[in-house]
């Protein structure tokens, strides 16, 4: 079942070491949204971002 563009997504920690965000951007209302790839998977998924944890070396 493909997800509805309204539903909710949360990523845990462990998928979220295997996605590689492809591309960010804000739509005209100040909703942030990115593309990701999983690892995996082939197709490319986007998302409307609600909090980003920036990784950094230390993690």
């Known amino acids: 079942m ?10 845990g920690m462990d998928l979220a070491v295997r ?8 739509d005209d209302v100040g909703d942030q949204w990115a593309t990701v ?4 998977y ?4 986007t998302l409307k971002a609600i909090h980003f944890f920036p990784f950094n070396d230390n993690d």
Request: hydrophobic letters at 40%; a neutral charge.
């Open 2 to 11: 493909m997800a509805k563009r309204t539903e909710k997504i949360e990523i």
């Open 19 to 26: 996605c590689r965000v492809t591309n960010t951007w804000q």
């Open 37 to 40: 790839l999983i690892e995996g």
């Open 42 to 45: 082939d197709i490319p998924i």
